[in-house]
């Protein structure tokens, strides 16, 4: 059906929207899961979700129950956040001072290009990574200078520092993930710390790092380095993707900026009790994040034994394998197929590779049957 437009502009719409804007790419939605579950003929809750990282187990049943005693969802939110700032105080043990929520972290992302970057700035990404980073750039008008990752998917330091120095203009913003997404590597400390001396601000996106060993979060670093900013979010550890919770921790010459730029009322009331009761259920969620990790690891075993994959370690609530001898791509749409959906790439730094969310124990069986039979 094509509909006629009832006022024909004397001018071109085009040309007043920003330039940068018209010429960017557009983005391609992931497709909702009724949406997904219909196409593929099955019901919502026979689906094996495994293609998104989010937590199979969903909320704290605390969640519900808050919710839906909750009395004032018709009054605006505190635009400061000072009951939840202070829970995660306790949570992180970083002052509250330093904490600044947001409506997931992909909000914080965006705050800091705007606030960073000028048009022409840079900001310095490390793909393969999350694609949040450059997302965000571009549409504060920005550039992306990407420095590769090796074929472990490790930091490639020098490289970092020659771009800086190297760069025609303003490089303001290195980010970095740690765990990282796709592969699940951590940031040793001390590569962290040699990165730290760059004459940049430093954002490490702590997005999984509940389901990290080793050697943690960095988050208590930042009352004491000027040029550090941690983000987390309650989507993964949690399971509240769908509520949009996270936060960041910044250093304080940093977020007084941001207060005055922050939208007063990002987080919404829901998110925010959510966020609440499930600080007040630590015990419970972290035995959860632990049955994980098991499975995580467990996955991590079994898929190594599959003779057309090779898996690598993880040390979030992912594992990252490439494919060999065939498609990724076809792998792909035969489990979803049956019913099960995981996440493949075919791009430069991530030829034929899929990406599966450690799930429930069922769910791994299922999934490895599948794959054996394939
Ligand atoms: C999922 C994810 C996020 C998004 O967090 P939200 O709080 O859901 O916006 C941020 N960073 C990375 C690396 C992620 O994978």
């Known amino acids: 059906m094509t509909r006629q437009p009832i006022h024909k502009s004397p001018f071109a719409i085009r040309n007043l929207i920003r330039p940068d804007v018209v010429r960017m790419e557009s983005y391609t939605p992931v497709k ?11 019901a919502p809750d026979s689906i094996i979700k495994l293609d998104a990282n989010e937590n199979p187990y969903g909320p704290s049943p605390r969640v519900a129950e808050t919710l839906s005693r909750f009395p004032w969802y018709h009054i605006y939110p505190d635009p400061q956040q000072n009951e939840l700032r202070d829970a995660l105080a306790v949570y992180t043990g970083v002052p509250a001072d330093y904490i600044l929520p947001g409506h997931g972290a992909d909000e914080l992302l965006d705050y800091l290009c705007r606030l960073f970057l000028t048009p022409d700035d840079a900001i310095i990404n490390c793909p393969p990574t999350f ?20 074929e472990d998917f490790r930091l490639d330091v020098e490289g970092i520092e020659k771009a800086v120095a190297r760069a025609s ?37 702590e997005a999984y790092i509940e389901f990290a060993d080793g050697e943690g979060s960095v988050a208590g670093w930042v009352p004491e380095t000027p040029n550090l900013v941690v983000l987390r979010t309650f989507s993964k550890w949690a399971g509240l993707a769908g509520l949009r919770l996270g936060y960041g921790i910044f250093p304080l010459e940093i977020i007084q900026h941001l207060w005055k730029f922050k939208q007063p009322y990002n987080v919404n009331v829901a998110a925010t009790a959510a966020g609440l009761a499930s600080l007040q259920d630590l015990p419970f969620l972290q035995e959860r ?13 079994e898929l190594q034994k599959i003779s057309y994959l090779a898996p690598l370690p993880s040390q979030a609530n992912f594992v990252l394998c490439r494919v060999r001898g065939r498609a990724a791509k076809d792998l792909h749409s035969e489990l979803a197929g049956q019913g099960i959906l995981v996440r493949y790439y075919d791009k ?11 799930g429930i124990l069922e769910q791994t069986e299922q999934l490895l049957e599948n794959l054996k039979k394939l």
């Open 32 to 42: 909702p899961f009724e949406v997904l579950s219909a196409e593929l003929g099955r």
């Open 131 to 150: 694609g949040m980073y450059s997302f965000d750039a571009l549409l504060s008008g920005g550039r992306v200078i990407d420095v590769w990752r090796d």
């Open 169 to 205: 203009g303003r490089t303001p913003l290195l980010f970095i993930t740690s765990p990282n997404n796709p592969d699940g590597s951590l940031i040793p400390h001390d590569i962290l710390r040699r990165l730290l001396e760059l004459p940049l601000i430093v954002v490490v996106d």
């Open 289 to 301: 994040v632990t049955a994980l990790k098991t499975e995580r690891d467990r996955l991590f075993r």
């Open 348 to 358: 430069p730094g991530l030829q034929n590779c899929i990406r599966i969310s450690a």
